[in-house]
């Protein structure tokens, strides 16, 4: 017991304002997670015995877009592209964390314009409003890149040859990102790339919010994410469970058992041996 205290307290050591770890086996299972992007029913939901909630659309858009139907527009290999795949969140604490999966990184091209991978809206009065969001970069509207915001003002998709900005299904895609609102903290996103059987070129980032930054800590909390042309958009609700406020942010929760040693362990001989791991935060 003494030994894995002093693991546990060098890892704390290295806690920055990061997110948890981004690491894959060979078969591409995010490790701390333990999720295997690609092996859920798509379009579907599922809440795995550890409290992941995944909500997966591969291949799939929960708008219908004209002549290709509920597929990421503009279809085929194209349409790829924009592909917003899978959604994971679960809930430590106070802290909640939601890995992204999809085939671009931060932004992709198309019909001559860039567009950009807009920020996490989050509605937690289930009013269809945004609330709350996360940054996704700074490059969409200025905001602090990782930043979690109350939200005062959204922004419309890019106005660029592409978009559906302006379409007639642009308040069903809703807004992009947020345009304005008020800085309440902020975690450094993580990201890693990996292929995947049928589907290469596969983004992963992991984004991340402590529900003691928020006003009022809601029932639950509905994301919403969207590319700058409308494309693609990818969404779920997630209930919030109760936790202990007592607990200061920066520490971690005490779930016994909840993480299997040989992790902890892992993680541990990692952070020991220092490598790239000057960005992780545990918190367990
Ligand atoms: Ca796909
Ligand atoms: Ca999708
Ligand atoms: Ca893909």
Request: aromatic share 10%; glycine share 12%.
């Amino acid at each position: 017991m003494k030994s894995k205290a002093l693991m546990a307290a060098g890892i704390v050591a290295l806690a920055g304002s990061t997110a948890s770890a981004l690491t894959l086996d060979a078969s591409g299972t995010v490790l701390d997670w333990d999720i295997t992007p690609f092996t859920g029913v798509s379009p579907g939901t599922e809440t795995h015995a550890n409290g992941v909630r995944s909500f997966y659309q591969n291949n799939y858009s929960p708008i219908s877009y004209p002549g290709i139907g509920n597929v990421p527009s503009p279809g085929g290999l194209v349409g790829e592209r924009f592909d917003l795949e899978e959604m994971h969140v679960r809930q430590q604490g106070s802290r909640v964390e939601m890995l992204l999966v999809r085939s671009s990184p931060f932004s992709a091209s198309a019909s001559g314009s860039t567009f950009l991978l807009g920020d996490i809206l989050l509605d937690s009065t289930g009013n269809g409003g945004f609330d709350y969001g996360v940054v996704s970069q700074n490059a969409n509207t200025g905001l602090e890149t990782g930043g979690f915001y109350s939200v005062a003002e959204t922004a419309r998709l890019q106005n660029m040859p592409g978009s559906y900005y302006g379409h007639a299904l642009e308040s069903e895609i809703g807004p992009w990102a947020i345009a304005s609102g008020s800085l309440l903290g902020q975690e450094d996103l993580v990201t890693t790339s990996c292929n995947y059987p049928g589907e290469p070129n596969t983004w992963l980032t992991v984004f991340a919010f402590d529900l003691e930054w928020m006003a009022v800590v809601p029932e639950s909390l509905t994301f919403s994410l969207v590319w700058g042309c409308g494309n693609d958009k990818i969404t779920g609700s997630f209930a919030v469970s109760s936790f202990d406020s007592q607990d200061p942010p920066d520490q971690p929760p005490q779930i016994e058992g909840a993480i299997p040693e040989p992790t902890t362990a892992l993680l541990a001989f990692m952070a020991l041996a220092g490598g790239g791991l000057a960005g992780m935060r545990r918190r367990r």
